[in-house]
């Protein structure tokens, strides 16, 4: 009924090809869900994204990572 996924991941961009800049990616994602008995998931999510260049950008200022936080709901209609 309730689970805790963390997660973590690099990506080596030495060419730049995927995201149009020559970085290294990193992404830290932590995922707690709960699951309803009547087909209710509910998802709360915290991400934290960082790069070894000023890739980000908040109040149109370059940044070298970014927050997001997010919740989100999903109905299944068979519980099988």
Avoid: C
């Avoid at 980000?56 to 209609?77: C, E, I, L, M, W």
């Amino acid at each position: 009924m309730f689970a805790v996924i963390p997660r973590w991941e690099y990506y080596n961009g030495e060419d730049g090809f995927t995201t149009g800049a020559a970085q290294n990616v990193q992404e830290f994602r932590l995922t707690a869900e709960v699951k309803h008995s009547q087909g209710l998931i509910m998802r709360v999510e915290y991400r934290r994204d960082w790069s070894d260049i000023d890739f980000f950008t908040k109040n149109r200022r370059p940044r070298d990572g970014q927050h997001t936080f997010s919740v989100g709901f999903v109905y299944a209609f068979s519980t099988r």
